[in-house]
T-cell receptor
Framework: AQKITQTQPGMFVQEKEAVTLDCTYD???????LFWYKQPSSGEMIFLIY??????QNATEGRYSLNFQKARKSANLVISASQLGDSAMYFC??????????FGTGTRLTIIP | GAGVSQSPRYKVTKRGQDVALRCDPI?????LYWYRQALGQGPEFLTY????????KSGLPNDRFSAERPEGSISTLTIQRTEQRDSAMYRC??????????????FGPGTRLTVL
């Protein structure tokens, strides 16, 4: 069984500040991935970043980075220099990318100008 | 188009009617997934296919739900005898299917189903 816990239902951050969105997970699979998706108010699901369970380095994609701590089973998303367009729901997911993903309940991020 | 497409985008039906939701994956993507997303929640897995073979249907809530992908491309999720609790956003995703755990699932815009 797999489980994702996102403990921050909502966050408010000043524009241009960095923000960390928390995600802890549980899985019995020895090989798995952690995924973050963004869901703006328009409703689409946008893939942001991926971290493999055996990756030694933390993943980065532009302003997004993933703070992966395997022993603690956490995969926090860090957004640097936040922008107004970053306001959205953010979902963390665990699984094998070519099988089912298990999503958390999400964090609603609001960027304040 | 370049992305995953779903139709219809909105579907309103009466309780007891059957509905069919369609998903057209990204061209060349082997794997196709169906999820359901209730308001304020994350997507919940329903089923997935590799080519035309249904690999895992453990997330289908009951036998009123079924899915097929007969030619390994377009997929249809069918809900028979709809109930009000079936109201949700139904999302389809596709992936290359060749990258194992690092495969990335790309989502379509979803079908908003409302059962009156």
């Amino acid at each position: 069984a797999q489980k994702i816990t996102q403990t921050q239902p909502g966050m408010f951050v000043q524009e241009k500040e960095a923000v960390t969105l928390d995600c802890t997970y549980d899985t019995s699979d020895p090989s798995y991935g952690l995924f973050w998706y963004k869901q703006p108010s328009s409703g689409e699901m946008i893939f942001l970043i991926y971290q493999g369970s055996y990756d030694q380095q933390n993943a980065t994609e532009g302003r997004y980075s993933l703070n992966f701590q395997k022993a603690r089973k956490s995969a926090n998303l860090v957004i640097s220099a936040s922008q107004l367009g970053d306001s959205a729901m953010y979902f963390c997911a665990v699984g094998r990318g070519n099988e089912k993903l298990t999503f958390g309940t999400g964090t609603r991020l609001t960027i304040i100008p | 188009g370049a992305g995953v497409s779903q139709s219809p985008r909105y579907k309103v039906t009466k309780r007891g009617q059957d509905v069919a939701l369609r998903c057209d994956p990204i061209s060349g993507h082997v794997s196709l997934y169906w999820y359901r997303q209730a308001l304020g929640q994350g997507p919940e897995f329903l089923t997935y296919f590799n080519y035309e073979a249904q690999q895992d249907k453990s997330g289908l809530p009951n036998d009123r739900f079924s899915a097929e992908r007969p030619e390994g491309s377009i997929s249809t999720l069918t809900i028979q005898r709809t109930e009000q609790r079936d109201s949700a956003m139904y999302r389809c995703a596709s992936s290359l299917g060749t990258s194992g755990s690092s495969d990335t699932q790309y989502f379509g815009p979803g079908t908003r189903l409302t059962v009156l």
